[in-house]
Structures are given as C-alpha cells and as structure tokens.
C-alpha cells in the first residue's frame, strides 16, 4: 500500500513570497490532516478535510494559510505571505474514519 | 484547551536499561497515540490505545492507558542503541474533530 505523497520535499523562499504545498494521501482514506511542526516541538493541526469539506481549521492563520481539497483527494497547502516564522516542516496525514493517522515525509519550509 | 505533557523532555540512557515515559494530557479522550520521529524524519506510529486499561507492545516498547488518570506511559525495557528517536504522544479532540494534539517530545538518546 502506497503512503502519504508528499512534494515538494524541501522549499527555501524569501519572506513576503508565496509557496504551496501538495498532499496525496493513502488510497480510501477520508479523512485528511495538514500539521505544522515547527523545530524542536511537536507538530500542531493546522486543518482537517473529510472529504472535500473542512471539519476544522480552527488553528489556522487564516489571513495568511489556505487550503483546499477540491475533489475529496489530493489537498494544496498555501502560503501567502510567508513570515520568518512560517519556517517548519509542513506534515500531511491522512486517515481511514476514526483510526490511525498516517504521515507523510514532510514538506521542509525555509523563509529567509 | 486540549493540553498534553510529556515528561522527561531529555532521557539520556544506556543499552540495557529499562525507563518509562510519562504522557498526561488535560481531557477526557479514549484514543491515544504513541509515534515515533527520526532526526530529518516523518512520524511513524507505534501504538494506538483505544480503551481504558489498554495495554500494547512491541518488542522492547509497551504502551499502556489510564483514562481515568488522564496518564499514559511508553515503557522500554533493555534499552538498544537503535530506539534513540524522539517519542511523542498525542489525543484527539473527538466528536469527530479528531485532529491529534502533541505532546513535545520526549528526545531519547540510547548510549553503548
């Protein structure tokens, strides 16, 4: 069974730019995850899609940080503008229900 | 404020030794999860403990739950080099909403 797709692995932008991410999550799953783990903590929910609709994005910046999953599978994660805190590793996950969440390998972000 | 607390933060120990570590977090939740993460990594799941009195293992990690004392713990016993990482727990929020808070980690390094 394939894992959570992930890309770009690594992004260095310059504060004020925009940047997007993309998520491809494990075949059949519904539920999908967007977590931002900044270095040396745990990661934190930013937003959760079941399906195509949002169940919560209570924890996301929004004057900045959009994000969409228009056809109930892939998810694109938006920056606009980046600020020097946005740097972070940027984790998707996916999940089948109520079960287990699988992550996937991480979108290094980089804001000089 | 769903809230979760590892402790110790920092567990320097050598091969051989068994240890705990110590998850409280601060509402009611019947899922809690154990992971995983290499330095550079993603999250890899350990363990998923469901129920009240939940008890998993897996070679030299056994998780256990008590959700009445809001307290899980991640025993390893005959510590090897190998299971230096960083553990995190995490509890959904529920009611659907099941996005996972993190703890900060626990970084575990395993001396020779």
């Known amino acids: 069974e394939a894992g959570v797709a992930q890309s770009p692995r690594y992004k260095i932008i310059e504060k004020r730019q925009s940047v997007a991410f993309w998520c491809n999550p494990i075949?059949?799953?519904?539920?999908l995850y967007w977590y931002q783990q900044i270095l040396g903590q745990g990661p934190k929910l930013l937003i959760q899609?079941?399906?195509?609709?949002?169940?919560?994005d209570s924890q996301l910046p929004k004057d900045r940080f959009s994000a969409e999953r228009l056809k109930g599978v892939d998810s694109t994660l938006k920056i606009q503008p980046a600020k020097l805190e946005d740097s972070a590793v940027y984790l998707c996950?996916?999940?089948?229900?109520?079960?287990?969440?699988?992550f996937g390998p991480g979108t290094r972000l980089t804001v000089l | 404020e769903l809230k979760v607390e590892q402790n110790p933060l920092f567990l320097s120990m050598q091969e051989g030794k068994n240890y705990t570590i110590y998850c409280n977090y601060s509402?009611?939740?019947?899922?809690l999860y154990w992971y995983r993460q290499d330095p550079g990594k993603s999250l890899e799941s350990l363990f998923v403990?469901?129920?009240?009195?939940a008890v998993k293992q897996e070679g030299r990690l056994m998780a256990s739950l008590d959700t009445k004392a809001r307290l899980s713990t991640l025993h390893i016993t005959a510590a090897v080099h190998d299971l230096s990482a960083t553990y995190f727990c995490?509890?959904?929020?529920?009611?659907?909403?099941?996005?996972?808070?993190f703890g900060k980690g626990t970084h575990l390094i395993i001396q020779p």
């Open positions: 996950a996916s999940s089948h229900g109520l079960n287990e969440q699988f």
């Open positions: 075949s059949g799953h519904a539920t």
């Open positions: 899609f079941q399906n195509n609709g949002v169940v919560d």
């Open positions: 509402t009611t939740s019947d899922r």
């Open positions: 403990l469901l129920s009240n009195g």
């Open positions: 995490a509890v959904d929020g529920g009611g659907g909403a099941d996005g996972l808070t």
